[in-house]
């Protein structure tokens, strides 16, 4: 049990949500990874027919949507991703001098956060970039956040894949709590385009880039008009390889290396989806159904769950067994139509868009689950 003390609580005071400049439907998808299939499949002709290699499939909009939901995605640099003789994004190549992707990408939601909290970035002193994916190991990308926006203190990156940012904001509250922060920022910047294999018919669909900013301080400092008081977090993991990549700068270390080597199914995202969904979705469910019921309260005082916005059918899954009935759409909000899955961030875009129409002493989860396996969960009330 982690319920947090009364004293001092720690309330989310603001968020901020950048969505890219560029949007890809799943039409655009189909018709690239279809072209790319057939010519795949003229060119090994003769070794299909002899058995030494696999004919791809071909990808359907309809296919997307039913395992998904998503019907579109968006991305900070669309050119390349529909080329088929590329299948990933051209992106430019930065001088140190200049922001790097993911920070402009966290500085953009931060400013807004910032402003729904009332802050200004001088005032905080703790930012942490929790996100699935990095473009570098260091200089840490939460410190070249921390630079750009101007604020004190220090920064730090982490990542627990699609659980980062419910992680990210768990410690958040351990250093408002333990008083080494006063006002913390967790910034969650996912620019995955990169990392997702367009080429692979069961997942070139599904991830897309967004970046979320979350304000976090003691109630007493709060002066943002939507206030919600963090009562209780939980937080688990168990390994499993089943969602899992091997790139890593090991990759090029390898004895036997060669370019081909860098296109090989595990540098990219890969995933055992249906061992995913069997294992994963009873850890969640477990967890936060303990949750509820540790703080003493009933599933029916929930009015809305944010949830890991993984796949339409997932969720749908996660709330029935969590409600004991169809979750109506108000009450676990799904943006996967619009945004797919964004990894650590899907969580709080949901929040971000679904929050103001509650009233005081309404109770909420944010939940996210993902690789690793991790589950985050955060239990909350609007003030």
């Known amino acids: 049990m982690q319920r947090l003390p009364n004293r001092n609580p720690v309330v989310i005071s603001g968020t ?84 790097s992707i993911s920070a402009e990408m966290a500085v953009a939601a931060a400013t807004e956060a910032l402003g729904r909290a009332g802050k200004k970035p001088e005032e905080i002193d703790l930012v942490i970039c929790g996100a699935s994916t990095s473009e570098r190991p260091w200089p840490a990308v939460g410190i070249e956040i921390q630079q750009a926006l101007g604020c004190g203190g220090y920064a730090f990156d982490m990542s627990v894949a699609c659980s980062s940012a419910t992680f990210a904001i768990s410690m958040a509250i351990d250093a408002l709590i333990s008083g080494t922060a006063t006002c913390a920022l967790v910034v969650s910047p996912e620019f995955f385009t990169p990392q997702l294999n367009f080429r692979d018919r069961d997942s070139h669909f599904i991830f897309g880039d967004v970046a979320t900013a979350v304000v976090l301080e003691r109630k007493e400092t709060a002066a943002g008009e939507q206030l919600f008081q963090i009562l209780d977090r939980q937080l688990t993991t168990t390994f499993s390889n089943n969602i899992r990549t091997d790139l ?136």
């Open 248 to 383: 890593s700068y090991l990759t090029r270390a390898e004895a036997d290396l060669t370019l081909e080597r860098f296109f090989e199914p595990d540098q990219w995202f890969v995933q055992e989806g249906r061992k995913v969904f069997k294992e994963l979705l009873p850890m969640v469910v477990n967890l936060v159904s303990q949750q509820i019921e540790d703080y003493g309260i009933e599933s029916s005082d929930i009015q809305r769950m944010w949830l890991h916005q993984a796949n339409i059918n997932m969720n749908q899954f996660a709330a029935q067994k969590l409600l004991g009935r169809k979750a109506l759409p108000n009450e676990a909000p799904n943006v996967l139509e619009e945004y797919g899955n964004t990894v650590s961030a899907g969580a709080i875009v949901a929040f971000h868009k679904f929050h103001e129409d509650l009233t005081a002493g309404d109770k909420g989860i944010i939940c996210s689950f993902g690789a690793g396996y991790s589950v985050g969960s955060l239990l909350l009330e609007k003030l």
């Open 16 to 99: 901020g949500l950048f969505t890219p400049p560029h949007s890809i439907s799943n039409q655009e998808l189909v018709q690239a990874h279809s072209a790319y299939v057939n010519k795949f499949n003229a060119e090994n002709a003769e070794d299909i027919v002899r058995g030494e290699v696999a004919e791809l499939q071909h990808s359907s909009v309809e296919f997307i949507e039913k395992v998904s939901g998503i019907k579109q995605r968006y991305a900070m640099f669309k050119e390349g991703i529909l080329d088929v003789d590329r299948m990933m994004p051209v992106v430019p190549r930065r001088a140190k001098e200049e922001l």
